[in-house]
């Protein structure tokens, strides 16, 4: 689909965060912890695009991988009494840089967003639900990295293009999984759109909606004789 790769940082990223702790790849390292907030220090990355594989790109430089890296302050808004439901506010800046042999700075995005996690939804011990929902803002920088058209590049079908900084999309995403003595499985729905971002009339978009669903399964081969408690999306359970 052609918006997976013009868009990549968008719809992708957004889902990272999420998607990351549910399959147990966690990218964010804890920094400080008090009863009212969270800061963690969050990491990311993103993936090449080779512009000779999408002829919306064709004969501009291809999108090299990126890395990212910043704060990320989560607020808990509100716990259950017995810790079965947990909302939290989250807001993590990264900035990001490409992974080359002379990298560069590519601007930063801010993802705020509530995330609600329920622990044995409607009676089904050993159950998670996640679910996230926000909106993303990038900077001028990052926005021309991705959807520029310089009129060097530009054709008559491709015009010249310079986006500002600004809106960037909207992301929604669902997730469930359950822990097993020897395994793990999770799944995951999730909802894009471009619509109202401040480069949606890049040349470079030619999609602003897009829906992916998916499951993962994991088998457990050994286990440390030292083992901390937490759940499925990374949290320590509070009960």
């Not at 490409?98 to 700075?105: L, M």
């Not at 959807?147 to 008559?156: I, L, S």
């Not at 999609?207 to 994991?218: C, M, N, P, T, V």
């Not at 408690?229 to 949290?235: A, L, P, S, V």
Request: aromatic letters at 12%; a positive charge; one cysteine or more.
């Amino acid at each position: 689909m052609r918006l997976r790769k013009e868009s990549r940082r968008h719809l992708d990223r957004c889902a990272r965060e999420k998607l990351s702790r549910l399959l147990h790849e966690r990218f964010d390292f804890e920094v400080l912890r008090t009863e009212h907030f969270d800061l963690d220090l969050s990491a990311g990355a993103s993936l090449p695009v080779h512009s000779d594989d999408d002829p919306v790109r064709a004969g501009m430089p291809d999108l090299k991988p990126s890395l990212e890296l910043g704060p990320s302050l989560k607020v808990h808004l509100w716990r259950a009494a017995d810790r079965r439901i947990l909302l939290d506010a989250r807001f993590p800046l990264r900035g990001a840089m490409t992974v080359e042999s002379h990298p560069r700075f590519i601007g930063a995005q801010l993802f705020p967003h509530l995330n609600v996690d329920v622990y044995d939804p409607l009676g089904f011990g050993g159950w998670n639900l996640g679910l996230v929902a926000g909106a993303v803002y990038t900077d001028a920088r990052n926005n021309r990295y991705f959807y520029e058209v310089t009129p060097a590049q530009a054709t008559p079908t491709r015009p010249a293009y310079t986006p500002g900084g600004g809106f960037a999309g909207t992301q929604v995403l669902l997730a469930v999984s359950k822990r097993f003595p020897d395994f793990w499985v999770g799944g995951f729905a999730r909802y894009d759109t471009l619509r109202g971002a401040v480069f949606e009339s890049s040349p470079l978009v030619t999609s602003k909606g897009y829906f992916a669903a998916g499951i993962a399964i994991s088998w457990i081969f050994a286990r440390s004789s030292q083992r901390v408690t937490t759940d499925d999306f990374g949290e320590e359970r509070r009960r």
